[in-house]
């Protein structure tokens, strides 16, 4: 079917079928913040709820690209549908391949059971928590049963981003000594599942042993994470992950956790969008309105102190109803 | 003077002459969110802006507090009086002392020309940016030289304490494997100067050729970072740390770069601020009002999906003044 002639219900009908092209120009749709899209999920969102969303984070260059591949092959022999979304742009994936890599990434391209796309941190008209948020719900009604939604494991958005997820994965390597430290001084928040890749390395067991070291200071946790020495590019270890997976989804599914945390997830994920569309209006208001900016000036000068600059711009962008200050 | 017997006027009167326990009186009403402290900032503004600011950044346990406090020995030596703000929830600072360290951070307590003040980075009424803004303002009204800021090298909020440093120090250690694959990748943004601390350590020669070899990828900027060997435990390298910072310094002021530099990140600072208000305003609707809890509720039953949420709490919070709606 052509590009231009998808319909709302021609849309619909398409990614409910789980047709490639229906779900590739739906997404591409909610990129572009249009409103077809929006209309889109909306019709939609009632068949949801039905896929299981796994986070994949880590710093670059661990490979996590990589092991989303392998995981995908491997439920893929399961027998299971998956929907990737990576919104890492470090991934290969939004370089649109695994180069050099192994697995043939085109081989997940054919095969009709699997989604991937990747979708850019920047420039999306209502924020990544937003795009990435109505891409899964898209690829949830397109009936796929897994969701795995890969992440660089810094910054705000991207919290926001794992923020659905069911299970979260946190994927290390031996040297990823910044994200040791961080797990220890609990400013980076205990995954339900760790990967160590790139088993093979010498210092793999150095840093098997540093996390092992650091979660056993957390005792008091209901779920004990799991650690897993993956070596991804050979798809060695990645059965033994996909078991923690479905251990940790068993174990939410075991007391209703899951429906809790979905609960959580989901009103967090309204909060996180919110958020950011009050962040983006703010800053087209003052893009478009020479007052805003005159008090940016005077700011610069030394005359009006910041806080009160603050509060007549918010005064003035979300508590003033005027002509043409709708949110964008 | 008694904790009660403080006014707008003598608190203004000991922070400008330096007074630490006026100083420690105004940033803890900056952290209660007091109005207090909203009126002393505006007051102190017009002298504000001759504080020269230095962004310490970098993972947790590579030591930016051992090496803050061995700056603070070296610029006090100088004749520089400093203020210290330690947003890193990890920091020794924020436990109120350095534990173990051969530096004594009493010293610095005692001197006169030091102010030292770690801040928490939850519970703010007006976010982590507000806060550490007004309390930047107040050691700079306060007639300090030097402002040193500790932030731990992740999260949004930490970039936008970040956005006042004049100059943006990276601390990283033999093994900080992932902010070198963040620095290679893009994600993590190039710093004015990088240290790489215990420079004693076997593999210190390792991490510098690493970071060396990332730089040597941007050749393109003016400003070459320099990167430092510094072991700060023994104060062994500060000196030339120092000498980078100041060259940078004369490298900004050189061209009327630091102006143009300043303008930005305090139009940033103002942004930042009323975005995170902006976000504020909505958790604390969100939390007040019955009817916006009914449309999260609505959501979680898939009855109502979760950009129509959005919109309407958007339209609720922001765009329909009632009573009792204010910006807190």
Redesign the interface.
């Known amino acids: 079917m052509a590009r231009e002639s998808w319909t709302r219900e021609s849309l619909a009908e398409g990614v409910q079928a789980g047709d490639k092209r229906a779900l590739a120009r739906a997404i591409s749709l909610v990129e572009d913040g249009d409103p077809l899209a929006?209309e889109l999920?909306?019709d939609l969102?009632?068949q949801?709820?039905r896929a299981y969303a796994i986070g994949v984070t880590g710093?670059?260059?661990?490979g996590k690209s990589t092991l989303i591949s392998a995981l995908v092959r491997h439920v893929r022999a399961l027998g299971r549908s998956v929907g990737v979304i990576s919104v890492d742009?470090?991934s290969p994936f939004s370089q649109g391949a695994l180069l050099g890599d192994r697995i043939r990434l085109s081989d997940h391209f054919l095969d009709p059971g699997v989604f991937i796309r990747s979708m850019g941190t920047r420039g999306h008209l209502?924020g990544l928590a937003?795009a990435s948020?109505?891409a899964m719900?898209l690829l949830d009604a397109a009936g796929k049963d897994l969701l795995l939604l890969e992440t660089?494991g810094?910054?705000?958005?991207e919290v926001e981003v794992l923020g659905v997820s069911d299970t979260v994965v946190l994927v290390l390597?031996p040297?990823?000594?910044?994200?040791i430290?961080?797990l220890?001084?609990?400013?980076?928040e205990i995954p339900d599942v760790i990967a160590v890749n790139k088993r093979n390395h010498p210092m793999a067991k150095t840093m098997l042993n540093e996390v092992r070291a650091v979660l056993s200071l957390d005792r008091d946790r209901e779920w004990r994470t799991p650690i897993v020495l993956t070596e991804a590019v050979e798809g060695a270890g990645v059965d033994e992950l996909w078991a923690k997976i479905e251990e940790h989804r068993a174990h939410l599914e075991a007391d209703g956790a899951l429906a809790e945390r979905?609960?959580r997830n989901?009103?967090g994920?309204?909060?996180a969008?919110?958020?950011a569309?009050?962040?983006r209006?703010?800053?087209h208001a003052?893009a478009d309105d020479p007052e805003l900016r005159r008090?940016?000036d005077a700011?610069?000068r030394?005359?009006?102190?910041?806080?009160?600059?603050?509060r007549e711009?918010?005064e003035r962008?979300?508590?003033?109803?005027r002509n043409g200050?709708?949110?964008r």
Do not use: C, N, W
Request: charged content about 20%; glycine content about 10%; hydrophobic content about 40%.
């Open positions: 929006y999920v909306r969102y009632p949801t709820g710093p670059p260059g661990v742009p470090s209502g937003e948020l109505q719900l660089v810094t910054g705000q958005s390597m040297g990823s000594g910044d994200s430290q961080a220890k001084a609990g400013i980076m979905r609960r989901l009103a994920e309204v909060f969008v919110a958020s569309r009050a962040k209006h703010l800053e003052v008090l940016l700011v610069e030394r005359e009006l102190d910041p806080l009160t600059a603050v711009i918010m962008v979300f508590f003033a109803r200050t709708e949110p």
